[in-house]
């Protein structure tokens, strides 16, 4: 098992910035994935960004040159650094992480409400 701490989050401006960071416990192997999905009411959840073990990065659309995804390996921890927020990025954030044992695990955050204000 894989417990997922997500801090961050809040209420801003738009033009503003937040940050997001999920800390990863318990049985973790060395080849994961960590990442950021968003679910907006009424709209399905949508990958925000993820990143490998390896460093590999994954960005959606939506999100390119406005979010950075980071990681700390030795940490387990993942960070989204959001800036130049809008409003359409007001969603639930959930924390991602994934291993192959060989088969896929699939762990979710409790997830961080973020909101940005017009």
């Known amino acids: 098992q894989v417990q997922l701490v997500e801090s961050g989050g809040g209420l801003v401006q738009s033009g503003g910035s937040l940050s997001l960071s999920c800390a990863a416990s318990?049985?973790?192997?060395?080849?994961?994935?960590m990442g950021w999905y968003r679910q907006a009411p009424g709209k399905q959840r949508e990958l925000v960004a993820d990143?490998?073990?390896?460093?590999?990065?994954t960005y959606a659309d939506s999100v390119k040159g406005r979010f950075t995804i980071s990681r700390d390996n030795a940490k387990n921890t993942v960070y989204l650094q959001m800036n130049n927020l809008k409003p359409e990025d007001t969603a639930v954030y959930y924390c991602?992480?994934?291993?192959?044992?060989?088969?896929?695990?699939?762990?979710w955050g409790q997830g961080t409400q973020v909101t940005v204000s017009s």
């Open positions: 990143i490998t073990s390896a460093s590999s990065t």
């Open positions: 318990g049985r973790i192997f060395s080849s994961n994935t």
């Open positions: 991602h992480f994934q291993q192959w044992r060989p088969w896929a695990e699939h762990y």
